[in-house]
C-alpha cells in the first residue's frame, strides 16, 4: 500500500492567496483527519469525516478554512484568504475502524509545508 | 475535556543510559497510542496499547499502560544516537473516533 498521499510537499504563497492542500488516504480507510503543526501550538485537529462525511470542524480556526471530501479516496483543505499565521506543516492522516477490533490507529501522510508570506 | 500531558518535554541523555517518558492523561480510556517523529518528517506510529496492563517492546523501546492510574510509560533501554527523535503519545477520546496527542517529548541521544 502507498500509504497516505499528501500535495504539494511544500507550498509558498503570498498573503491573501487561495491555497488548496490535497490527501489521499490509504484505501479503504473511513476516516480521515486534517492536523496542523507549529512549534507554538503543537499537534492540533482541525476536522476529521468518516464515510466522506465532517463529524467534528470544532478545530478549524476561521472560516478562512474549509475542508471537503467528495468521495472516499480524496479530500481537500482550502485557506481562502491565506494570511502568515497560517505558515505550519499540514498533516493528513486516516484510520480503519473494524468492528470488534478497538484501535483507532491513525496512519500519517507525509505532510505539507505551507509558508505564507 | 481530555487532557494528555508528557514530561519531560525534553531529554536529552547519553547513549547507553536508561529513561522512562510518562504520558499521563484525565478521563478514562483504554486505548493509547505511542508515535516518533523524526525531524521535519511525519508521525509514525510506534504502539498500539489497547487494554489495561498491555507492554509492547520493540527493539530498545518498551511501552506500557495502566489505565487506573491513567498512565503510559515509554521506557528506553540502553539508548542509542538513532533514537533520537520527538515522541508523542495520544489518548482515545471518549465515544469519539479522534485521538488527543500530547505535547510531545523531544528526545536527543548525544555520545
Known amino acids: 500500500d502507498a500509504g497516505v498521499i499528501q500535495s504539494p510537499r511544500h507550498e509558498v504563497t503570498e498573503m491573501g492567496q487561495e491555497v488548496t492542500l490535497r490527501c489521499k488516504p490509504i484505501?479503504?480507510?473511513?476516516?480521515l483527519f486534517w492536523y496542523r503543526q507549529t512549534m507554538m501550538r503543537g499537534l492540533e485537529l482541525l476536522i476529521y469525516f468518516n464515510n466522506n462525511v465532517p463529524i467534528d470542524d470544532s478545530g478549524m480556526p476561521e472560516d478562512r478554512f474549509s475542508a471537503k471530501m467528495p468521495n472516499a479516496s480524496f479530500s481537500t483543505l482550502k485557506i481562502q484568504p491565506s494570511e502568515p499565521r497560517d505558515s505550519a506543516v499540514y498533516f493528513c492522516a486516516s484510520s480503519l475502524v473494524v468492528t470488534g477490533v478497538a484501535s483507532n490507529e491513525q496512519f500519517f501522510g507525509p505532510g505539507t509545508r505551507l509558508t505564507v508570506l | 475535556e481530555l487532557k494528555v500531558e508528557q514530561n519531560p518535554l525534553f531529554l536529552s541523555m547519553q547513549e547507553g543510559k536508561n529513561y522512562t517518558i510518562y504520558c499521563n492523561y484525565s478521563?478514562?480510556?483504554?486505548?493509547l497510542y505511542w508515535y516518533r517523529q523524526d525531524p521535519g518528517k511525519s508521525l509514525e506510529s510506534l504502539f498500539v496499547l489497547l487494554s489495561n496492563g498491555a507492554v509492547k517492546q520493540e527493539g530498545r523501546l518498551m511501552a506500557s499502560l495502566d489505565t487506573k492510574a491513567r498512565l503510559s510509560t515509554l521506557h528506553i533501554t540502553a539508548a542509542v544516537h538513532d533514537l533520537s527523535a520527538t515522541y508523542f503519545c495520544?489518548?482515545?477520546?471518549?465515544?469519539?473516533?479522534?485521538?488527543?496527542f500530547g505535547t510531545g517529548t523531544r528526545l536527543q541521544v548525544f555520545p
Open positions: 495520544a489518548v482515545d477520546a471518549h465515544n469519539t473516533d479522534k485521538l488527543i
Open positions: 478521563t478514562t480510556s483504554d486505548r
Open positions: 484505501s479503504g480507510h473511513d476516516y
